[in-house]
Structures are given as C-alpha cells and as structure tokens.
C-alpha cells in the first residue's frame, strides 16, 4: 500500500468512526435500569440517541415492537434461562456476556451509524417503549 492510499484509508476509517460519536449530544443517559441501558453506547449518547436507535430497530423487527417481547429476549440466556435473582448486578452479568457472544458470533445490526449486538438494539427499542 502506498503512502497516499494509507492516509486516504486513514482518514475514512476515522471519518466513520467520528460522525456517529459526533451525533451523540450528550454522555449523560437517564435510567439505571440494565434492561434498557446499553452499556457501552451509553458511555457516547444521550437518552435521545438512544431512543432513535431503538426506534429504528423495532420498526426494523416489528415482531420485538412490544415491551413484553423484548423484556423476555433480554432476560434469557441462550439456553432458555432466567436469572435465579433477576436483581440489576445479574441482569447486567446476563446482558454483558450476551453483548460479547454476539459480537463473536457476528450477530450484529446497523442501526442509525452504529454496530450493536442484538442485544443492545434491544436494549434500546425497550428505552424507546419505556423511556
């Protein structure tokens, strides 16, 4: 690769990286509720990003449009389990180790700029709902 090339790969790489963290207006997010706090989106966006990513989502999935749908997919783990203790410190276990396996088997989607595991795009559709 030559040096014009490199630079010109460099700049796009840091433009697509940029633009999504540049629409994102605030690093504040106003519940603490796991279920609907994608961890790390939450560290770039407010709560309005956050619910327009969730909005996207369901009305790209319109069968995970419904609170009780989406509470479910994210309280159960991959073999059809619940936490024992649903209380916020496993919910957040549960969601964390979900978030990482996604991302390894490449179960992602696109939604307003941004790369999330199914799960956080849940997490987000479950904000637009209830936030």
Known sequence: MNRRTFLIAGVAATAVITIPILK???????????????????????????????????????????????????????????????????ISELLNKKVNREFKEGKIVIEDGWVLSKTEARQCALYSLEG
């Not at 407010?46 to 449009?65: F, H, K, L, S």
């Open 24 to 90: 994102c207006r605030s690093h504040t997010f106003l519940t603490d509720n796991p279920l609907m706090r994608p961890t790390v989106l939450a560290n770039f966006c407010d709560a309005n990003t956050i619910r327009e990513i969730g909005d996207c989502y369901r009305a790209q999935v319109p069968a995970e449009n419904r609170l009780e749908k989406l509470r479910e997919l994210l309280l159960t783990d991959e073999q059809g389990r619940k936490p024992d203790v649903p209380n916020d410190d496993a």
